[in-house]
């Protein structure tokens, strides 16, 4: 379980940190204010022309952040197209990929299900990053396609409740130097 | 030498409060500490239950993962439930003294939720029950050895009950505020929002029917998926589609987390500008925001399945608009219009309205953690990490229970006419802010490292953040102790004020003034009017015209031909079987609104909501293949099970037709929905 | 939901509506549901005409389904000798449920490509090579076989163990039904 320089993660943890701080800053000055007497008009006048501003900060952000996502979603779509298959079967408690390796820089398609409750497949880099995670559902095929650049183990954990063995219900997967 | 009788300034709200504060009646008061003190006794032991499971994280306790599920599962369960009676006592409170809602549905409600916990309790700590309160199916029928067949059929039965109790309270809240302001588009400030209307019923009240709305959409989405799934804790040959009862499941439960905060929200618009000295009064901004919740709250769920990605696109894409759309109502309206009251107010600063002001940080706090997650590229990189139960718990303790508090508090504060010590407050909300934001920022934290959420046994190397986890959470156990300890008092003291009010006399020549108990009771403003019957679903001839039609068109899931092509998979027959209970509830629906027989019928609201929650229920039990299955083999008994279906049905209709004009639409509405969801998820 | 006329809320209103009135509507009603339910068993007639001109007998066996497959199931007794396996729609609708609420799909494709265990597409009637080197023939009992007892029979190539760990939890020995649908699901898997 780590991050290192450049995962996404960090950005996301960064970016909350700062929002979470200012929000906070801004509740306390508030609070303190919220001590001395300020006319109704006087409220009015910096609320109304501050909230027009604060709706018209979310919308922008919030079509934005939208928009620019709708760009990176995660689901495969169409045949394997050249992709190495992957069959990925969760079950309690363990995991079973075929193949098990594939050698670096090939383009995997994950085909993910489940032979009795729902799981979740997590793939950990061989740092023990996590890049990312995808159901594994009874009775469906989710389909992840990703390249692995990095050689090494990768480590699967599960992450979706299946039951006692959640916690340890673990596997590996090795992308190995050409 | 006349005098005259005051109230005397409260000590403990704002000064210009009293100008729009109403004088709680006695019902108010008792119905409000009844759900507070039982909703807050279930909400501090299930906090405890949270602390031994983070301990245990720690391995500072050694409990087994059989037990850590267990109580994982009780914690969500009771902590939802244990909120959601706080809120609705909340509300409840401040929506009573304008719209006249029924004490006897509000503790029939209550019963059922008390009796639904008792029953999530014997299920997870008796019977062993651990998949977690979302009982994401097919996992309570894969035990793998820790938990019996009958734990699974408590628990679900439990649930319903709890939901069966949101329901009767829910209904409860949108028949009386329709009635009470003149049909459903009006109670919701839309004709004023157009300018059609000079006045708007007050934001308690619009809170409380957008709730309400949403409320009942996810009671029935609840009763179809637990009704499928109890039938098929006795009927293994019952299959569903592992999709579908996803979508239902979680539905249903982001429905009713998300509602206990917004519950929680309709009671602090009032209670903000009792101690800011401000009203809060409904705008049109407010009423557009409150419309964008309605449709909001229903549509974001499946921002909790973005990773399955066999769910079509369109919804998962619907999903991530809903989720943003909702942030803008809670920050533009509630948040910042709460903030706005706050600002240079004079705020008076007591227990009770500390914790409110700490609360709206906390929503804040929690929902920039909730948006980020709400991203789809990052979901896939956060999903069912820490990062999601530190944003939930974010909203959850350092938001919605602290609101919980501090209407207990503001009830106390209120009869004892005191609050608690300056220092004795900044310990206890010093305590509380640190325990709480470094228990989610630990879990923040892990989450971005990727710890995985829902793990008894932790990721070797993460120990260090379980036992900063731990110590935080014992420093929020702390500051829960002092907030107890200080209620302590104020309950003594209004304990001893239970029966008086203080009345100021001022004696008219010589202005002297002098202070009098007088017994409570004596001048309690008169209680609202119960209006009677509101009204019947099928209104006019017109409508009446329609239910008979729909009879006839729905006739046709009868045909010998449609039932012979429903047999093409389970899935069709169960939708046939809709069929049958539809002409069914058509047919009640129909002869209930026809005046002679609605005359005959008479006011029996208690009859017609028991029939509405029970025989939809009972028709969807009897839905499995061990009941059926061998009636399939006879014609004739085949044929007198889908008459069965019918019955139900006209039994429904009929009961709808005793609860009034919109609430009878909805609850059939509802019922059919039920079944029709139902067929889609058992296959 | 309509808001309603306020003083449509009463009622007694409807009654003022002479009742002459109120029949005609709900006679109007009637007629109009009527009216649609003809157009929808006209629509019906119409399809299922059209039906018959494009297949050759499939139309039938569906409309007398139920009763065929009760017979099948009044006449056999419940034990692991279940005999050879009626196709029927009802059934292979029943069985294609199970191969996905059970888990097969997890391992066995239908588009011939071999996964975990064997592709279901064209195994009944096939020839069968066992682990042992040994032939069969894919018939009714060896299916059920491989179903109820899962590891007697592995086919060579892939591994024991497996099968019965993933439907351990099903008990499928006690449901000879699940057993037959799923037997008659991959007989019609050509």
Not at chain 2, 175 to 202: C, H, I, K, N, S
Not at chain 3, 39 to 49: F, K, N, S, V
């Amino acid at each position: 379980m780590s991050v290192h320089y450049g995962d996404p993660q960090i950005a996301i943890g960064v970016v909350f940190a700062v929002l979470a701080l200012v929000l906070a800053v801004a509740f306390l000055v508030i609070g303190v204010q919220a001590g001395s007497e300020a006319s109704d008009e006087r409220v009015h006048r910096v609320g109304y022309w501050l909230r027009k501003r604060w709706l018209a900060l979310l919308l922008v952000i919030g079509v934005l952040v939208v928009g620019i996502s709708l760009f990176d979603l995660p689901y495969a779509s169409g045949g394997p197209s050249g992709r190495t298959v992957v069959k990925v079967t969760g079950g309690q408690f363990f995991w079973s990929l075929a193949p098990d390796r594939v050698p670096v820089g090939t383009r995997i398609r994950f085909d993910v299900t489940s032979i009795d409750v729902n799981h979740g497949f997590g793939l950990y880099d061989p740092r023990g990053h996590l890049i990312g995670s995808v159901q594994a559902m009874p009775g469906y095929h989710n389909k992840l396609d990703l390249s692995l650049n990095q050689a090494g183990v990768y480590r699967i954990r599960c992450l979706e409740l299946c039951g006692l063995n959640h916690s340890t219900m673990q596997s590996t997967f090795t992308v190995t130097r050409p | 030498m006349a005098a005259t009788a005051t109230t005397p300034p409260s000590q403990v709200m704002h000064p210009r409060a009293a100008a729009f504060t109403v004088e709680a009646r006695g019902i108010e008061r008792r119905i409000g500490l009844l759900f507070a003190i039982t909703g807050l006794a279930l909400v501090l032991v299930m906090g405890v239950l949270g602390l031994v499971m983070r301990l245990t994280q720690a391995t500072v306790i050694g409990l087994s993962p059989g037990w850590f599920y267990r109580l994982l599962t009780l914690h969500g369960a009771g902590m939802i439930t244990g909120v959601l009676l706080v809120t609705m006592g909340a509300l409840w409170y401040v929506l009573h003294p304008t719209v006249p809602l029924r004490p006897g549905r509000m503790l029939g409600s209550y019963v059922l939720i008390v009796a639904g916990a008792l029953g999530v309790v014997i299920a997870t700590l008796v019977g062993g029950f651990g998949a977690g309160w979302t009982f994401l199916p097919p996992l309570p029928f894969y035990p793998a050895g820790q938990w019996s067949t009958w734990s699974e059929s408590v628990f679900f039965a439990g649930l319903l009950l709890v939901d069966a109790g949101f329901f009767v309270y829910c209904l409860d809240v949108l028949e009386q505020t329709t009635t009470r302001y003149g049909g459903l588009v009006r109670t919701l400030g839309w004709q004023f929002l157009r300018g059609r209307e000079q006045e708007a019923p007050p934001p308690q009240a619009i809170a409380a029917t957008v709730v309400a709305i949403d409320g009942l959409l996810s009671s029935a989405v609840a009763s179809a998926i637990l009704t499928g799934l109890l039938g098929r804790t006795y009927d293994h040959t019952a299959a569903f589609d592992a999709l579908v009862a996803k979508n239902l499941v979680y539905f249903f439960g982001h429905s009713m987390a998300n509602l206990s905060i917004y519950l929680a929200a309709a009671a602090v618009y009032v209670l903000i500008p009792r101690y800011a000295g401000r009203p809060y009064e409904t705008t049109k901004v407010f009423v557009a925001g409150w419309a964008g919740s309605l449709i909001f709250i229903a549509t974001a769920y499946s921002h909790h399945i973005y990773m399955d990605f066999v769910q079509p696109t369109w919804a998962q894409i619907g999903s991530e608009i809903a989720s943003y759309g909702a942030l803008i109502p809670v920050a533009v309206v509630t948040i910042y219009s709460m903030t706005m009251l706050v600002w240079g107010s004079r705020y008076r600063w007591t227990l009770a309205s500390t914790l409110l002001y700490v609360g709206l940080a906390g929503w804040a706090i929690g929902g920039v953690g909730a948006v980020i997650d709400s991203l789809i590229p990052i979901n896939f990189r956060l999903h069912n990490t820490t990062w999601v139960v530190a944003h939930f718990h974010t909203y959850l303790i350092l938001s919605v229970v602290l609101w919980c508090f501090a209407f207990l508090a503001h009830l106390l504060e209120r009869n004892a006419d005191r609050t608690t010590s300056r220092a004795g407050r900044a310990w206890t909300i010093t305590l509380i802010l640190v325990g709480g934001y470094g228990l989610t920022g630990t879990w923040f934290l892990e989450g971005v490292l990727g710890v995985p959420r829902r793990y008894a046994v932790q990721p070797p190397g993460t120990s260090g953040y379980s036992l900063a986890g731990s110590i935080f959470a014992l420093v929020l156990a702390l500051g829960f102790l002092s907030l107890c300890l200080q209620l302590l008092p104020l309950a003594r003291a209004a304990w001893e004020r239970r029966h008086y009010t203080l009345v100021e006399h001022t004696d008219s020549w010589t202005g002297t003034r002098y202070q009098a108990r007088i017994t409570r009771g004596a001048e309690e403003p008169r209680p609202l009017e119960t209006p009677t019957s509101a009204g019947v679903p099928l209104a006019n001839p017109g409508q009446l015209a329609l239910g008979a039609a729909g009879c006839v068109v729905g006739l046709s899931a009868f045909f010998p031909q449609v039932i012979d092509a429903s047999e093409a998979s389970i899935r069709y027959h169960h939708l046939d079987h809709a069929g049958h209970f539809f002409v069914g509830v058509m047919l009640g629906l129909l002869l209930g609104s026809l005046p002679v027989i609605s005359r005959r019928l008479g006011e029996r609201p208690t009859l017609g909501l028991t029939a509405v929650i029970a025989a939809p229920t009972v028709m969807m039990l009897v839905m499995v293949p061990r009941f059926y299955e061998p009636l399939e083999r006879n014609t004739f008994e085949h044929a007198l099970f889908h008459l069965a279906m019918a019955t139900f049905g006209l039994a429904t209709g009929l009961g709808a037709t005793r609860l009034g004009r919109i609430t009878g639409r909805l609850a059939a509405f509802l019922a059919v929905s039920m079944a029709v969801m139902f067929a889609a998820a058992m296959k | 939901m309509s808001n309603g006329d306020p003083a449509m809320n009463d009622d007694t209103t409807a009654t003022h509506t002479s009742s002459d009135g109120l029949w005609r509507w709900l006679l109007g009603g009637l007629t109009a549901g009527g009216v649609i339910l003809g157009l929808l068993i006209a629509a019906y007639a119409i399809g299922y005409h059209r039906g018959q001109h494009h297949s050759s007998s499939a139309a039938a066996p569906t409309v007398t389904t139920p009763t065929t497959t009760t017979a099948a199931a009044t006449t056999t007794r419940p034990s692991p000798a279940v005999g050879r396996v009626a196709v029927t729609p009802a059934l292979v609708a029943r069985g294609k449920g199970l191969y996905t609420a059970d888990g097969c799909s997890a391992c066995h494709s239908l588009t011939g490509s071999s996964g975990v265990g064997p592709s279901f597409k064209g195994l009944a009637g096939s020839t069968v090579t066992l682990a042992g080197g040994k032939t069969v023939t894919g018939d009714d009992a060896y299916l059920e076989r491989s179903i109820a007892d899962a590891d007697s029979e592995i086919v060579k190539g892939y591994r024991a163990g497996v099968m019965s760990a993933a439907i351990g939890s099903y008990d499928l020995t006690a449901k000879p039904d699940d057993i037959r649908a799923l037997v008659a699901f991959i007989k019609s898997l050509k």
